[in-house]
Every structure is written in C-alpha cells, then in structure tokens.
C-alpha cells in the first residue's frame, strides 16, 4: 500500500546513528519516518557499552538505543518496522519500497524530499565448520567474546586472549596491537578459510610481530560459560584454551539501497560523503557504520546529528544551501572521513 504523504526526510535504519537524526530533524519540525528492520548489534551484542558519554558509566546497547529512539519519537519522529527493498528517484522526490522479512510486516511505498542512509554494516565472523553465525550466541553475552578493539580492549585487562580472524593480517594485528596494554597474554589464530585470502608476505608481518601465532581451520567452538576458560577445536585437532575471544572480523557496509541511486562508494563498498555526511547525489546523506568511520555509538550519534543538521538548513532555505556546500573545507570533496 502506497502511504500519500511525502515526509521531509526519510531515514532508513533506526539504529543509534539513524535515531540521532530523526532527533535533530524532529526537534525542528521536519516531517520524519525512519524505517528500521530491528538488527542493529545495539539489540544483540552490545550488552556492555563503556564508552559512550552522557550516559552514565556502564549502558546495555539495547536500553540505550530504546533510549534515543524514544526521544526522537517524542520529539514527532514517526519509527516504522520495515525492511526496505527498494530506492528510487531524485531530489525533491524519492521513492521507498519495503517488503515484508521474518522480522518486519509492512509492504509499503513512502516517499520523501530527502532521504539519510543509516544501514550500518554487516559483519562476518570467522567460519565454524564453514558457518559464521555460530559466533553470534556467544558475542559480548558475559564478555566472553569481543570485536571492537577500539570499545573493548580496556575490558580484556589482565585476560588471556585468543584473536581469532576473518580477515586480513593488517586486521589481526591492529586488533592484537590494541589489546598490549591490557591484556596478559595474546595468540592470534589465523582462520584459512578467512573471507580475504592470506599471503605469503603477509604472513612474514607476523612473524615479525611480538605475537605468538598459528593458522588452521575451526571445528567447533567450546564455550560452556562466559568468562570462563574456553577453546577453539581446530581440524587437525588442536584446542587453543583462551580467557575471551577477540574476533577480528569483516565488516560489509549495507550500502546496496544507497548504490541504487548512484550513491557513490568506495572498493569496499562504504558510502562515500563530504565532512558533513553529504553523498554525491542531491538531497541524499549518509551517516554511521555505513560511512568509512571508527564503528562507535559516538560516530554514529555525531554522525547523523551532522547530516541532520545539513538537511534541516538544505530544506529551509534555498539561498543558504549554495552557501553551506561551497565551504571551501568541502567543496567537491568525496572522502572517506
Ligand atoms: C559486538 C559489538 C560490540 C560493540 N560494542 C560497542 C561499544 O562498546 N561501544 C561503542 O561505541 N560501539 C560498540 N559497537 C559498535 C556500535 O554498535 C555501532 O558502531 C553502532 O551501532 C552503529 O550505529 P549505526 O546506526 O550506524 O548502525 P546500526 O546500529 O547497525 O543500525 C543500522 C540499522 O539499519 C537497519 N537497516 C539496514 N538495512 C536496512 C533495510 N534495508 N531496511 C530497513 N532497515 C535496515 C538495521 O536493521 C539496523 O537497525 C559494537 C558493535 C558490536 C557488533
């Protein structure tokens, strides 16, 4: 069913980046529909976030975002559970088409002036017997299993830690470098069956490294509590025993929607933007995991508050809008941060 109304701004993904936006662009009375298929890891696996300030020393992810989703609600931001399928036309008209999926019901078309990419980013893990969900019932559930060295590496004081990757050696090793001022020891398993292949040159980085390492291929994960001692089971029948997991992992930016548009992205398939978010198309912002950003709550929020804020003075004066884009800080610019 086709809704009649065209919103200011549609946003799509209601996660902490798309919620902080539908904040700014309700607060200054913008008709605003974030449509949101309810997979942000703020749901799932962010039960210990430390990091995000003004909220208190210690946020469970999904009391956070339940949080910042309500504000912007109350502010007039109408949220709709909706997985979209479909984007198309240009500014001043978009058209947004969802379809139903396990997790959402609504089979709709909505338009919109303008539209804000907040999709986040997909995220692979190393392979269990050639299955990478196997991680997810273990993910952050009592820290027992973590990813983001930049959120998480203080958590690991003290703990014998086990890096298992998926991705590349340069991946392995940030997150192994990350973790030397806090954690006891640190092993980095090298996963061969991981999403990028490794190369010979690549392997000599880590026997130049200070980091214990080995290479195989994961059986089967042994996790009978968190926080406790637990393993990995390799094919040649291994088991490295570790405090915690660190899971390099392979992040896939959900930029398909945005590209349907002639969004720009780069090889990795991050959208592309100037400082404030803006992408290549008129009338199209980009915010959060989906941009080539640190993945954090803070990004996200700062992000999407910033594209808000830019659409809010696009919309509201035609004059302003030649001036805001000709910034010299941003003029033409399409880069990555
Ligand atoms: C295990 C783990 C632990 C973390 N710990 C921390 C931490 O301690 N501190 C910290 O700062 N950060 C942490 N992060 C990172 C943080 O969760 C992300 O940076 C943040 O959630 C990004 O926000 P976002 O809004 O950009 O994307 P997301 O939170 O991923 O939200 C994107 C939303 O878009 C929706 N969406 C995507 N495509 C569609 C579509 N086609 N139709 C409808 N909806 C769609 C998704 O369902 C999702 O709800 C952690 C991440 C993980 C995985």
Redesign the pocket.
């Known amino acids: 069913m086709a809704s009649s109304k065209i919103y200011d701004t549609i946003i799509?993904?209601?996660?902490?980046?798309?919620a902080s936006a539908a904040l700014h662009l309700a607060y200054h009375k913008r008709s605003v529909l974030v449509?949101?298929?309810?997979?942000?890891?703020?749901h799932f696996?962010?039960n210990?976030?430390?990091?995000?300030a003004g909220a208190g020393t210690y946020n469970e992810?999904r009391s956070l975002l339940r949080q910042m989703q309500g504000v912007a609600q109350s502010a007039g931001a109408k949220f709709k559970a909706?997985?979209?399928?479909e984007v198309s036309g240009r500014y001043p008209k978009f058209k947004v088409t969802t379809d139903w999926s396990p997790r959402t019901r609504d089979k709709s078309e909505y338009t919109a002036r303008t539209l804000i990419f907040?999709?986040?980013?997909a995220?692979k893990h190393p392979l269990v017997d050639g299955e990478w969900k196997n991680w997810l019932p273990v993910?952050?559930v009592g820290n027992g299993a973590y990813?983001?060295p930049d959120?998480?590496a203080p958590l690991c004081k003290g703990k014998d830690v086990l890096v298992v990757n998926a991705g590349t050696v340069g991946s392995a090793l940030h997150v192994a470098n990350t973790l030397t001022r806090f954690a006891k020891k640190i092993r980095i398993l090298m996963t061969e069956d991981a999403y990028a292949p490794i190369e010979d040159q690549d392997l000599t980085k880590l026997d130049k490294s200070p980091f214990e390492w080995t290479k195989g291929t994961i059986k089967s994960i042994s996790f009978p509590r968190p926080s406790r001692v637990q393993s990995v089971i390799l094919t040649n029948g291994d088991e490295l025993r570790t405090n915690v997991f660190f899971v390099a992992f392979v992040a896939f930016p959900?930029s398909e929607?945005a590209q349907q548009i002639g969004v720009e992205v780069d090889p990795r398939g991050n959208i592309l933007t100037d400082k404030r978010g803006k992408t290549n198309k008129e009338g199209v912002w980009a915010?959060?995991?989906?941009r080539p950003i640190t993945?954090?709550?803070?990004?996200?929020t700062g992000t999407?508050n910033y594209a808000a804020l830019m659409i809010n003075q696009f919309l509201g004066n035609e004059y302003e809008k030649d001036q805001l884009f000709d910034h010299p800080d941003c003029r033409g610019l399409i880069h990555p941060d």
């Open positions: 799509i993904g209601g996660g902490p980046a798309g449509l949101d298929r309810g997979t942000s890891p703020m696996h962010t210990s976030i430390y990091n995000f992810g909706a997985n979209v399928v907040a999709t986040g980013t995220r993910a952050n990813y983001c959120c998480e959900r929607l915010a959060g995991d989906c993945q954090q709550v803070a990004m996200a999407g």
